[in-house]
């Protein structure tokens, strides 16, 4: 158990995520994530099967759905429905605490805190925690490359300390970990809680820092960068390399079947020069030690690096699309 002895209960939604799959859960199983309810949705490269193997090795651990939307393609999103339809399963019910993440999210705990429970020994008590979300650039990276994606990209996509010494305030998205018993709708950020600042519960940041009524009671996304993550923040990978993004302009945003409407902006967003962060550029001994145990099972190594091979032929295809080509050369993918 993670926190106190409460079982914490990861959610998150896929697709096409295959060769990052093993390294993401390793890392999240290490800091003392108990349990897995996931929801996938036409994949084509070995993630839908990765995580079947995953659950077939581990049932207690690790539990693989299709994404309900999938049965209504014109109703309602694919976050949303997912965070809905896991409510109803009992791993769910169960949990004492609440985590949705994505798959090019890594929590990433500092200053010593090794696991969940070290991050409240630090910070103290709380009910529910906004992690701040920092994105990382391409690293200046061009191919797709099968080494670690936590080893592959250190720099982020914003100066804070810039924004630090000149005292301004930069706005980033969060990712709660939160008590299940706190009531309100679930959400991909955080669970929307327009009465929290009345229940006598206590919601912090990665700093340990208490966040205002103005927050709690909202439905906001976003918390300051700076002076939140002393011990915790979020590591977003939304881009990597050049191939990678490629690929994800070809899958679309997120899960959406729909492609990415402004491939140019989001990359030159996502791709902007910040500072170098290292501090989550390492799997720690236990994550690694999970990492080889899962490519111990041949099936599961075997889908592993198929996933490599299956995105390969993916980014061919993309690239002898006009459109392919077109989002290709705005991003200087050809020079």
Do not use: C, E, P, S
């Given at each position: 158990m993670s926190i106190n002895g409460e079982k914490t209960l990861m959610i998150s939604v896929m697709r096409n995520e295959g060769p990052y799959v093993l390294e993401w859960l390793a890392h999240h199983f290490a800091l003392?994530?108990?349990?897995?309810?996931?929801f996938s949705n036409d994949c084509s490269d070995n993630t839908d099967r990765i995580l079947d193997r995953l659950e077939v090795m581990m049932p207690h651990k690790?539990?693989?759905q299709p994404n309900p939307k999938v049965m209504f393609p014109d109703r309602g999103k694919w976050h949303i429905m997912a965070l809905r339809y896991a409510g109803?399963?009992?791993r769910c019910q169960a949990a004492d605490w609440l985590y949705v993440t994505d798959a090019d999210e890594f929590l990433n705990l500092?200053?010593?805190?090794s696991d969940l429970d070290g991050f409240f020994e630090a910070t103290g008590p709380a009910d529910a925690v906004s992690f701040t979300s920092i994105a990382f650039n391409s690293n200046g990276h061009t191919k797709m490359s099968p080494d670690l994606v936590t080893r592959r990209f250190t720099?982020?996509?914003t100066d804070l300390a810039a924004a630090k010494k000149e005292n301004r305030t930069v706005l980033t998205a969060v990712k709660t970990l939160y008590r299940n018993t706190i009531q309100g709708p679930r959400r991909p950020h955080r669970p929307v809680t327009p009465d929290f600042s009345t229940t006598g519960m206590t919601w912090i940041d990665g700093a340990?820092?208490?966040l205002p009524a103005g927050f709690t009671d909202s439905g906001s996304k976003g918390i300051a960068s700076n002076g939140t993550r002393t011990y915790a923040q979020v590591n977003h990978y939304s881009i990597k390399s050049k191939e990678e993004f490629l690929l994800k302009v070809d899958r679309g945003d997120a899960v959406n079947a729909e492609r990415l409407g402004q491939s140019k902006r989001y990359w030159d967003t996502a791709n902007r020069i910040g500072n170098t962060d290292k501090t989550g550029s390492k799997l720690s001994p236990k994550a690694r030690g999970l990492l080889d145990e899962f490519l111990a099972d041949s099936q599961l190594r075997e889908l592993h690096e198929e996933s490599y091979s299956l995105r390969e032929t993916m980014l061919q295809d993309v690239l002898s699309s006009k459109r392919g080509e077109a989002v290709a050369q705005q991003i200087g993918?050809?020079?």
């Open positions: 003392g994530i108990d349990d897995l309810l996931i690790v539990k693989h109803q399963f009992g500092k200053r010593g805190v720099q982020t996509a340990g820092g208490r993918y050809f020079d």
